[in-house]
């Protein structure tokens, strides 16, 4: 199968693409030095070139709280433009599958827990991240219209927060786990005494390692075809505080970490209710301390090399 994956060389996109590779499939890797996907006349041209039988959008503009707050417009009009074109050129080019990878922020901010697929748009969204969300909510709904007005085989995941290598390590811009990992090593590297956190530590959230989530992607490109959109989930919830402490731990931290409470916490709690991908004879394999650790190593690693995106 001639396979395409927009974002490749991001976190989820790179990951994907390491797994259809290793099962034989042809890949071809997009990023912005291969097209703008913005561009909806450049997107439109490259698919025509190359004419995939599958796409899988990793390809978005993302960040932590700091970053959404900040430039919503942004969040929104960028991941709006890129999942659009992308599905327009796919459309017109005549792909086969497309699979569009969406985000739990979708969810009501004050979601009934675990959370199911059948609870979107129940309640207001989380408003530090709601022009992503939004934008995400599109991308499913515009799935679905293809899917309802030419029958296309088209589908959407909703993974948890996910972390690994080839993550944006980017103060400011990176989601919680990566600015951990840096903020820890950095402070061990200059040791410090004290690190200080956003928020409170309290809210409860659920990661999932994005070599799990390739699998994921995988396994629906071959045996799933729904309007349903699935989430991906380990099920496994930690505190932020809890997750702070195991990662200062494995990154051999041993000073006080304290907590600005006059910060956003975001969502109180996230978790997934992933049963139905799990019927579908998926389940995460890599757990929290391996995959943090394992990241972590990969970070010390790629940073003395330069191939952090810091």
Known sequence: MNVLIAGSTGLAGSAILRIFKAKGHKVIGVNRSVVDLQDSAATLSYI?????????????????????????????NENLAIQSNLMNA???????????????????????????EEYLMTGPLESSNSGYAMAKIAGIEMINAYRKE???????????????????????ESHVLPAF??????????NLKSVSMWGSGEPLREFLHVDDLARAVLLVSEDYDSDMHLNVGSGLEISIKDLANLVANL????????????KP???PRKVLDSSRIRKLGWR???????????????????????????
Request: aromatic share 12%; glycine share 10%.
């Open 181 to 190: 990992i840096r903020r820890f090593i950095e402070a061990v590297e200059s």
């Open 251 to 262: 990154s051999g931290y041993t000073g006080e970490i304290e907590w600005d409470r006059s």
């Open 284 to 310: 995460p394999l890599v757990t929290l301390k391996d995959g943090i650790q394992a990241t972590i190593n990969w970070y010390r690693e790629a940073n003395v090399s330069g191939k952090i995106r810091n």
């Open 265 to 267: 916490d975001g969502t």
């Open 90 to 116: 796919a459309f017109k080019v005549g792909v086969e599958k497309f699979i569009f990878l969406g985000s739990s922020c979708i969810y009501p901010r004050d979601c009934m827990q675990p959370i199911k």
């Open 150 to 172: 030419y029958g296309l085989k088209w589908i959407s995941l909703m993974p948890t927060n996910l972390y690994g290598p080839n993550d944006n390590f980017k103060l400011g």
């Open 48 to 76: 025509n070139s190359v004419k995939p039988n599958l796409i899988v959008d990793a390809a978005a503009k993302v960040g932590g709280i700091g970053a959404n707050s900040k430039f919503p417009v942004e969040f929104l």
